[in-house]
C-alpha cells in the first residue's frame, strides 16, 4: 500500500502541470467547447491512474521478467541462443509498443502492419547487435558513430517525407513496454557477463535500439512504392457529457484489445522460458502475474486517456497558437515539452535505475532537471520548424555530429544513460499530445504536415543525449577538482610532519 501510495503521488506530480498548462492555453485562446474540455479532464485523471498502476505494475513484473530472461539466457553462454532470444524478444516488445501503433496510425498512406513490421524488425536485429556489443567489449560512442554515419549515408538517396518519419519511428519505439524490459535485460545480462565494463553495459540498449527504426523506415522510404502524408485529426463534437463518457467507454475495449495484444506475446515467450529454463519459485511467478494484471489495466487506462482526452487538445491548442501568431508557439510549445517530460512513464523508469545503479552519484532529480531542459529545447527547435518550414537536415545533422564527438570527453556511462534518455523521453505523451500539436499548428500556418510537423519526436530524442554528456562534463570536472583538494591536503598534512611526497 505505501509503495501505491508513492506512485500515486509521483503520478498526481507528474500530470498536473502540464493539464494545467493546457487549461491555462485552453482559456487564454478563447476556449474548447465545454464538452471537449470536460474530455480532456477525464483523460487527465485516467493518465494519473495509468501512470500508478503501471509504474506499480512495470517495477514488479517487466523490470524482473527482463531481467531474469536477460541473466539467464546469458548464463548458457550459447552465443546463438542468446542472440536469437534478443532478436525475437525486439521484434515482439517492438510490436507491442503503443507509441510504435499511435504513429502509424497517424500516417495515411502507409499500412499500419508494414510500418509496424518493418520497425519490429528493425529494433530485433540492432537489439542483438546491442548484445553483441557486450561481448565483444566494443566502445558504444564509435558503434554510434558508424550506426548514424549509416543512417545519414542512407537517408541521403530517401524521399524528404521519409525524413522526418524514420527519426520519429526511433523515438517511439523506446515507450513504456520497451524501456523497463530492455534496460532490465541489458543490466542481466551486463551482471553475468562481469568485468569493469559492467555499470557501463548496463545501459546504452535503448540507444542502440532506436537506430534500428530509422534505418528500417529509411530502407522502407527507398523500396516502398508511395509517398508518406498525413492529416490533421479534428476534435469531436460531443452532444452531451453522457456522449463524452460513451466516447471513453466504447475506446475502453478498444485499447484493452490492443494493450492484451501487444503484451500477450512478452508474457506467453516469458512462461515458455519459465518451463523450459528458468523455474523461478511461484512465489516469484505469482508476484510477476499480480504485476502483469496492474501493467495491462495501468497502460490501458493511460492510454485512452493520451487518445480520447489529449490528442484532440494538442491539435486544438497548437492551431490555435498559430492562428494568433506562427512565432508564439515556440515558447509555449519549450514549456509545453518541459512539463510533458514530467509525464512520461519510461523517464521514470530510466532514472529511477540509474540512480540505483550508480548508487546515487547520478540523483533522480538532476538527471530529471537535465531532461526538462533538453525537452524544452526539442520542441523550441521542432517548433521553429513548424513556424519557417526549414529542412530537418540543418537541425538534425549537426545535432547528432555534436552528441557523438561529445562522447570522447564525458566518462563511458554518461555516454550510454545519454543516448538511452534520448529514447525513453520520447514515449506516449510525445506521440499522442505533442505530434498533434505540431500538426494542429503546421496546417494553420500552411506548412506541409509531414515534413514540418513529424520530426518533433525525433528531436525529444536527440537532445538529451548533449544534455546530459553535458551533465558528464560537469560531473568529471568536479571529480577531478575534488581528487586534486584532496591530494593538496594530503601533502600539506604530511608536509607538517616533515615528509613530502610527491603524488603521481
Known sequence: ??????????????????????????????????????????????????????????????????????????????????????????????????????????????????LIIAVGLGVGVFMTIAVLRIFLKIPLNLLLIFMYAVV??????????????????????????????????????????????????????????????????LILGLVYDSEAYAEVVLPQDFTSFGHVMQTYLHALPVYLKEVGIALAPIFVFFIIFQFIMLKLPYKSLFRIFIGAVYTYIGLTLFLTGVNVGFMPAGTYIGGALADVNKWIVVPVGALVGALIVLAEPAVHILISQVESIT????????????????????????????????????????????????????????????????????GPMTATFLLPFAMGAAASVGGN??????????????TPPIAVQMMGIVYKIKKSVARREAEARYRELLAREGEIIVLE
Open 1 to 114: 500500500m505505501k509503495n501505491f501510495v508513492k506512485k500515486l503521488k509521483e503520478s498526481v506530480v507528474a500530470v498536473i502541470p502540464i493539464t494545467a498548462l493546457i487549461l491555462i492555453l485552453n482559456f487564454s485562446l478563447g476556449g474548447m467547447p465545454s464538452l471537449n474540455l470536460a474530455a480532456f479532464g477525464v483523460g487527465a485523471f485516467l493518465l494519473i491512474a495509468g501512470m500508478t498502476l503501471y509504474s506499480l505494475g512495470s517495477s514488479v513484473s517487466m523490470e524482473p521478467m527482463g531481467e531474469h530472461l536477460g541473466a539467464k539466457v546469458t548464463g548458457t553462454n550459447k552465443i546463438p541462443l542468446i542472440l536469437a532470444v534478443c532478436f525475437v524478444v525486439g521484434v515482439i516488445i517492438t510490436v507491442a509498443e503503443p507509441d510504435l501503433t499511435v504513429l502509424a496510425t497517424q500516417i495515411n498512406s502507409i499500412p499500419n502492419s508494414v
Open 152 to 217: 545519414f549515408a542512407v537517408a541521403a538517396f530517401v524521399p524528404a517525407d521519409y525524413l522526418p518519419l524514420s527519426f520519429d519511428s526511433g523515438g517511439v519505439t523506446t515507450g513504456p513496454i520497451t524501456v523497463p524490459f530492455v534496460l532490465a535485460f541489458g543490466i542481466g545480462i551486463s551482471n553475468v557477463v562481469g568485468g569493469s565494463r559492467s555499470q557501463e553495459d548496463s545501459f546504452g540498449m535503448v540507444g542502440i535500439c532506436s537506430v534500428g527504426p530509422i534505418l528500417a523506415v
Open 359 to 426: 548508487g546515487g552519484a547520478l540523483s533522480r532529480k538532476n538527471m530529471l532537471f537535465v531532461l526538462v531542459i533538453s525537452m524544452a529545447v526539442a520542441v523550441a527547435l521542432s517548433m521553429i520548424r513548424v513556424a519557417t518550414g526549414i529542412s530537418i537536415w540543418y537541425i538534425i545533422l549537426p545535432v547528432y555530429v555534436v552528441a557523438l564527438g561529445l562522447s570522447f570527453f564525458v566518462p563511458k556511462m554518461f555516454t550510454a544513460i545519454a543516448f538511452d534518455s534520448g529514447g525513453v523521453a520520447s
Open 449 to 462: 504536415i509531414i515534413t514540418d510537423a513529424f520530426g518533433i519526436i525525433a528531436f525529444v530524442a536527440m
